[in-house]
């Protein structure tokens, strides 16, 4: 069997941003890199949303961007802008086009179905396949979001909603997520935060037509697209091993608070792009520890007191917007984070610390 230099295990998200990072920056003319991954065809089949906090390669990928966005509790809406850090939307149809694309172009690149079909005993592996143990215990952001198309203009396309928590919490926390594309189209999602994936909750379907009819009052609309999915709110188990480096969810990129993993993959993949020389020795690259602590503490009180949650998340958008954006994209200071921890209730986060 065939051997490589480099193998990635998955060809989503965090595995193609690493192989398009390895490529353009010629770390590929003379190594070979092996790419596993099931699909046989590449179509959209997610949208990744993000604040614009770091560059990025894939500005043109990017659907939308805004400057302006809301977060609504029943009887209050915050209108915020977000003018040094736009809120981007990664349409993965036009990411996956591009970077296959780009890869095609090195014929020392190949995609396999199956491990099983390469010899991986002199490769350096980069995992981005979770390994997840079933708990009860663990928290799950799982979602349905459908792309809708309105008969006549409906939508500002120059303002998204971040988060609606004027709907149906069944004592969880649930909020709808839209983001408009044009006046006549938009992206509406259902979003729950609870324990194992609760299938109770996945009547989204009547959640979508609930919110769409009788909140938002469009009557007349088509829908065009419709993703679903499940993020986990815990970091996978994650082996240390010589030859191995997890990378993507697997690889602790995704912000437990927030869900947030795009930006986080794209620095990821350059940290090993620079560092591929000497990879097996390399630090671990991972998210600040100081907002992985923050992000217990938080967690810790989502669990407890999902009732009180849609108020917390309204307070946070209380202090300027630069400082909640930075600090839900990893890069705030101390100060910043200080105002943000001022804005939560004391009593109910300091009972959460220690317990």
Same mark, same amino acid.
């Given at each position: &069997?065939? !051997? +490589?230099?480099y193998i /990635?295990?998955g060809?989503?998200?965090?595995g193609l941003? $690493?192989a398009?990072?390895?490529?353009?920056?010629?770390?590929?003319?003379?190594?070979?890199?092996?790419?596993?991954e099931?699909? #046989?065809?590449y179509?959209?089949?997610?949208?990744?949303?993000?604040?614009?906090v770091?560059?990025?390669?894939f500005e043109?990928?990017?659907k939308?961007?805004?400057?302006?966005?809301?977060i609504? *509790?029943?009887?209050k #809406?915050?209108h915020?802008?977000?003018l040094?850090?736009?809120?981007?939307?990664v349409?993965?149809g036009? +990411?996956?086009?591009k970077? %296959?694309?780009?890869l095609?172009?090195? %014929?020392? =690149?190949?995609?396999?179905?199956s *491990?099983n079909e390469?010899n991986t005993?002199?490769?350096?592996i980069f995992n981005?396949?979770?390994s997840?143990?079933?708990d009860?215990?663990?928290?799950w952001?799982?979602f349905?979001g459908?792309?809708i198309e #309105?008969? %006549?203009n409906?939508f500002d396309?120059?303002?998204? %909603?971040?988060m609606?928590?004027?709907?149906?919490?069944r004592e969880?926390i649930h909020?709808?997520?839209t983001?408009?594309f044009?006046?006549?189209?938009?992206?509406v999602?259902?979003?729950?935060l609870?324990?194992?994936?609760?299938?109770?909750?996945k009547?989204?379907?009547y959640? /979508?037509?609930?919110?769409l009819e009788n909140?938002l009052? =469009?009557?007349?609309?088509?829908?065009t697209?419709?993703e !679903?999915g499940a =993020?986990? $709110?815990?970091y996978?188990?994650?082996q240390?091993e010589?030859n191995?480096i997890? /990378?993507?969810?697997a690889?602790? &990129?995704?912000?437990?608070s927030?869900?947030?993993?795009f930006?986080n993959?794209q620095e990821?993949s350059?940290?090993?792009?620079?560092n *591929?020389?000497?990879i097996?020795?390399t630090?671990?690259f !991972? /998210?600040?520890k100081?907002?992985q602590?923050?992000?217990?503490?938080f967690?810790?009180?989502?669990?407890?007191h999902p009732?009180k949650?849609p108020?917390?998340f309204f307070?946070m958008?209380?202090s300027?917007?630069?400082?909640?954006?930075k600090?839900?994209s990893n890069?705030?200071n101390f100060?910043?984070?200080?105002?943000?921890i001022?804005?939560?209730p004391?009593? #109910?986060?300091?009972k959460?610390l220690?317990?």
């Open positions: &069997m065939k !051997e +490589f230099d /990635i295990i060809g989503g998200c965090a941003s $690493l398009y990072e390895l490529e353009i920056n010629n770390k590929l003319k003379d190594k070979t890199l092996a790419i596993i099931l699909r #046989t065809e179509k959209r089949d997610k949208t990744w949303s993000f604040w614009k770091v560059p990025h390669n043109d990928c990017v939308k961007s805004w400057k302006n966005f809301t609504n *509790i029943p009887k #809406t915050n915020l802008e977000c040094n850090y736009p809120y981007q939307s349409d993965s036009l +990411f996956y086009e970077v %296959n694309n780009k095609r172009e090195n %014929n020392n =690149i190949s995609f396999y179905k *491990i390469i005993k002199n490769s350096f981005s396949v979770p997840i143990k079933e009860h215990l663990n928290l952001q799982h349905c459908v792309e #309105t008969q %006549n409906f396309d120059e303002i998204f %909603n971040l609606d928590f004027d709907c149906d919490q969880s909020f709808f997520y983001l408009p044009s006046k006549t189209k938009a992206l999602e259902t979003t729950w609870s324990k194992m994936n609760d299938d109770s909750q009547d989204y379907d959640q /979508i037509k609930e919110y909140h009052k =469009i009557k007349k609309y088509q829908i697209y419709k !679903e =993020i986990p $709110l815990f996978p188990i994650y240390i010589n191995k997890n /990378i993507g969810t690889g602790g &990129m995704t912000r437990l927030t869900g947030y993993t930006l993959i990821h350059k940290y090993i792009c620079e *591929i020389g000497n097996s020795k630090k671990k !991972e /998210i600040n100081k907002y602590f923050l992000d217990s503490v967690l810790r009180v989502l669990e407890k009732e949650m108020g917390i307070k958008f209380m300027p917007p630069d400082t909640v954006i600090f839900l890069k705030s100060f910043e984070d200080l105002s943000i001022s804005k939560m004391k009593k #109910t986060f300091i959460a220690f317990k």
